[in-house]
């Protein structure tokens, strides 16, 4: 062996398995690593495509990744079950899923069977959209799991006080799992009315417009709540293994473009067996809901004041029919089963009062003018209400007690706390436009040498303005005025063998007596005629009067007017 050569050592060797121990960790750590994305992926591998709503493997609650949808976080309609036990109500003993109305009981759920606990349905918004179930129950049964949903368009109550009056084209959605199975099975039903039984079972799972899971795990309370919108969160755990379900259906196999489809009704039932024609056990009474692939649009008229028996047209666009129609106060148009799109509704510019304003109260929309826009998307039901003032005018004519028009006065209405004053438009014409409603008019200012009459009262139920009123050749007044004319009276005392007055006095009533007429008060007229005074004597009058008192009755006539 030469000097150079060296023993081998065990470092060597050692170094090897260092490598290949560091080898298999750069080996091991990225693939441990894509396992652990992969899981997470994995989790949601059971949603439809297009959903974000999670339909995990394990079947759960909760939201599991950010910006996704899950019961914990969508409004969902939640139907619940009567308490286990004798009160619990159920479905008669023969009774099956072609049973219009099938006979109701309680008390009679074997422990073997599924004794429902809740059920919930939500819709999730799309082209068409995605409708999501989810059950859950007291134990698991011996056998498949076996939940029937059934969605109906009618709300009558068949007579059972369940199930609802079947409509053609109603659903019947079978959701199945054999025991220990991890994926469901949907199977969907048509409810065929001329032939009155479910039709041709068609199986949504197996063309991927289904998919359902169960849970395998437990399912603590924190985690085992559905939010309801209203009335908020719903408790529903703890869930023990395999005692909740849920399920997503692609609503395209249902909706078309050309047909609207409206389900108002949902309720939960489960079966003895497999078998489509075994007996109906438990159920959970129907809950209200709103599933369909069109909306409503309904049109509201109001009016200020309520109850006026003006007329309002409306035109519309979008295809509604009828494009055009009339509402009076509190009318309603309603229009249903309408497909998504963009639809206006205008109220004709003649119409009566002063349109206010335009306001719905759901969904999307904008108002323009005399116009409202709404964008209505499938499920919305929005209702437009078009708010008017309506007014009027009163027309009062002013004369006097020979009927012949007056100027000089003024007049004002009042409707409570609201005081009008009535334009002079001369000639004893006085207008003014006003609010639909009931008046008290007064004559505030009476033209000198006339008297006044008391306040009248008006109602203001016509849409005729002052202009249009006052363009009319003789238009008639709502309200007339009378002024009588105020008299005056002269007393002239004469000696009757000359013809000269005499000064006496005189007094009204009760009042100030004054002097009769002097010579020196009719020098304006004595210097005209020097014989005014002798006719003005010669007057009709009373003679052959001796000094003292004499009592005197005068009557003023009234006019009439010709």
């Known amino acids: ?16 398995r260092r490598l290949a121990l560091f080898s298999a960790l750069a080996l091991a750590v990225p693939l441990l690593l894509s396992q652990a994305v992969t899981a997470t992926a994995d989790m949601h591998l059971a949603s439809l495509p297009g959903s974000d709503f999670e339909i995990d493997t394990d079947a759960n609650l909760k939201v599991d990744d950010a910006g996704n949808l899950d019961w914990a976080n969508v409004d969902a309609t939640v ?7 004798r009160d619990d109500d159920s479905f008669a003993g023969g009774s099956k899923e072609d049973d219009v109305c099938p006979g109701t009981t309680t008390g009679s759920i074997p422990n073997n069977k599924s004794d429902l606990l809740n059920f919930g349905v939500y819709e999730e918004e799309g082209d068409p959209g995605f409708l999501h179930l989810f059950w859950t129950r007291v134990q698991e049964p011996n056998g498949t799991t076996l939940m029937d949903f059934e969605l ?7 007579g059972n006080g369940v199930n609802k009056v079947r409509t053609d084209g109603d659903l019947l959605l079978e959701y199945q799992i054999d025991q220990g199975g991890k994926q469901a099975i949907v199977l969907a039903r048509l409810w065929d009315e001329a032939a009155g039984e479910w039709g041709p079972v068609q199986d949504l799972t197996a063309v991927n417009d289904a998919t359902g899971t169960i849970n395998e795990t ?12 209203d009335p908020g969160e719903v408790p529903l755990g703890p869930l023990s293994p395999r005692t909740f379900g849920e399920a997503s259906i692609d609503l395209g196999f249902l909706f078309d473009d050309e047909e609207c489809l409206s389900f108002g009704s949902a309720f939960l039932k489960s079966r003895s067996s497999d078998s489509f024609t075994s ?17 409503k649009l309904t049109v509201v008229k109001q009016t200020d004041p309520d109850g006026v028996s003006d007329t309002f047209d409306f035109t519309t666009t979008g295809g509604l029919t009828p494009a055009t129609f009339t509402l009076g106060d509190d009318g309603t148009q309603a229009y249903t089963d309408v497909f998504e799109g963009t639809y206006t509704v205008t109220e004709a510019a003649d119409a009566p009062g002063e349109l ?37 005018s009163i027309l009062v004519e002013k004369v006097d007690d020979n009927g012949d028009p007056l100027d000089g006065a003024a007049f004002t209405a009042t409707a409570g706390e609201d005081v009008t004053d009535l334009t002079d438009y001369g000639n004893g014409v006085f207008c003014a436009d006003v609010p639909y409603g009931d008046y008290t008019v007064e004559e505030t200012t009476v033209p000198d040498d006339y008297v006044g009459e008391d306040p009248k009262n008006v109602t203001v139920n016509s849409s005729e303005s002052c202009a249009e ?9 709502d309200l007339t005025f009378t002024n009588e004319q105020l008299h005056r009276i002269v007393v002239l005392v004469c000696h009757q063998a000359d013809d000269e007055l005499v000064v006496g006095t005189v007094a009204l009533g009760e009042g100030e007596s004054q002097d009769t007429v002097a010579p020196s008060d009719i020098t304006p007229l004595t210097d005209v005629d020097p014989d005014a005074e002798e006719k003005l004597c010669n007057l009709p009058g009373f003679s052959d009067l001796e000094h003292g008192e004499v009592g005197l009755t005068v009557n003023i006539p009234g006019h009439t007017a010709e």
């Open 279 to 295: 007996q109906l056990k438990d159920y959970i009474a129907p809950v209200g809901v709103n599933i369909s692939n069109c909306g």
């Open 218 to 229: 437990a399912i603590p309370a924190n985690e085992a709540i559905v939010n309801a919108g």
């Open 152 to 158: 109906n368009q009618s709300g009558e109550d068949c």
């Open 79 to 85: 139907g619940t079950d009567e308490p286990t036990g």
């Open 469 to 477: 009123r006052l363009a009319e050749e003789n238009p008639t007044p």
């Open 1 to 16: 062996m030469s000097d150079n050569s060296t023993t081998p050592t065990a470092t060597p060797r050692r170094s090897r």
């Open 356 to 392: 206010d304003s335009i306001v719905c109260d759901s969904g999307d929309w904008s108002v323009a003018d005399r116009t409202v826009t709404v964008n209505l998307e499938a499920d919305d039901d929005i209702t437009c209400t078009f708010y008017n003032s309506l007014f009027g």
